[in-house]
């Protein structure tokens, strides 16, 4: 969870399992799924310290919602940015940012997609084709 950082979905993680893994996760999934309190380009600061020490270039991943984040990634040196659950929850964003610049993910991190990853990776709350 330290990677994604949001809500922990202990529920919906218990029930992509069969029993007895669906009863021990929900009783237990607490003590190894933490909750990390989310916020926008999450892992910056750490992704700084890297870009200061190496020469090479380097993408900047975790909670990357925004132009402006994304300007602010280019503007500390790191070539790309990468979107993971922006993109999931809507496959169609950068095309919308490009048309309006102030669209913000619709993505809330409540990481209910990672229990998916199971039965078909998609974001529960975005439309299925
Ligand atoms: C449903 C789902 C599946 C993922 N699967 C993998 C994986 O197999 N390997 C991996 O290194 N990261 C995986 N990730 C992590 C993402 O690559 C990314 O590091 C993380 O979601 C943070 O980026 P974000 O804030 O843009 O979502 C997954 C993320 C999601 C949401
Ligand atoms: S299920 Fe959808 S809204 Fe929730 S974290 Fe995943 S992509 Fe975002």
Known sequence: MYLFTGDAPVREFA??????????????????L??????EAYLLDRARQFRAALRLPL??????TTVETME????????FVALARALLR??????????????RSLCV?????????????????????
Do not use: K, W
């Open 34 to 39: 933490h909750e990390y309190p989310y916020r």
């Open 15 to 32: 029930a992509a399992f069969p029993q007895p893994a669906r009863l021990g996760l929900r009783l237990g999934g607490r003590f190894f």
């Open 59 to 64: 993408i900047l991943l975790g909670g990357i």
């Open 109 to 129: 991190h409540c990481n209910r997609c990672m229990p998916t990853i199971y039965r078909g990776t998609h974001c529960v709350l975005a439309e299925r084709p």
């Open 72 to 79: 602010l990634a280019m503007a500390e040196g790191f070539a």
């Open 90 to 103: 809507e496959p169609d964003l950068v095309r919308r940012m490009e048309a309006d610049r102030s669209v």
